[in-house]
Every structure is written in C-alpha cells, then in structure tokens.
C-alpha cells in the first residue's frame, strides 16, 4: 500500500504561484504513470495533469500552459508547479497513481491533500 503526503497549498492572490509536492511512500513509483487532481466541495475529484513513467504529461486545457508537473523518481515524489493561478483553481489538490484510479480501487489511498485558495 502506497501513503501519500502532499503539500505546498496556500491562500494566494490571482496571479500569484504555488509549488506543490506529494510524497510517496511504500513502493516505488517510478514506473507508474501519476496525477494531480483538484476537487471542490460537492463535485467530484477531477483529473488535473498526468505523467507517465517516461515523463510524458497530459494537461486539461484550463491549466496548460500555467500548470507544469514533474517528477523525481528518486525521491518517490512529483511536484506542480502553478502560476498565474485563478479562482477557478480554488480546490483540494491530491495526487495519486493513474492505474489505480481509473480502476476504482482508490478507496482508501488518497493522502490527505492540500487546499489551495485564490482569492482577491
């Protein structure tokens, strides 16, 4: 079983960026494709960007552009960088291995998350 800390959130102005970081432990991630995903009180966990073993990534179109993740397989970690963040960028931010839940067996592996806030 795979724990997973992330951090890095805050209360920021629009415009303003943030660097995020999740941390895994248990097992190696190295060879499994990762996400961040956003959620917001009352709709479902949602999907930001992806990466693949080989650092291949996938973004939703809101963000690209603004939002870059990358990985250090060392470290077991990835990271998002965010800039010219906006209020619709306003969630709870988690990461979590894409096989896992695109299988809908994530129940009980998602860490606690961090929330990030943009407001004026």
């Known amino acids: 079983q795979v724990q997973l800390v992330e951090s890095g959130g805050g209360s920021v102005q629009p415009g303003s960026s943030l660097t995020l970081s999740c941390a895994a432990s248990?097992?190696?991630?190295?060879?499994?494709?990762v996400a961040w995903y956003r959620q917001t009180p009352g709709d479902q966990r949602k999907q930001v960007v992806a990466?693949?073993?080989?650092?291949?990534?996938s973004y939703i179109k809101s963000v690209e552009g603004r939002f870059t993740i990358s990985r250090d397989n060392a470290k077991n970690s990835i990271y998002l960088q965010m800039n010219d963040l906006k209020p619709e960028d306003n969630a709870m931010y988690s990461c979590?291995?894409?096989?896992?839940?695109?299988?809908?067996?994530?129940?009980?592996?998602w860490g606690p998350g961090t929330q990030v806030t943009v407001s004026s």
């Open positions: 979590n291995d894409v096989s896992v839940v695109l299988s809908s067996i994530d129940a009980g592996t």
């Open positions: 990466i693949t073993s080989s650092g291949s990534t």
């Open positions: 248990g097992r190696p991630w190295s060879r499994n494709a």
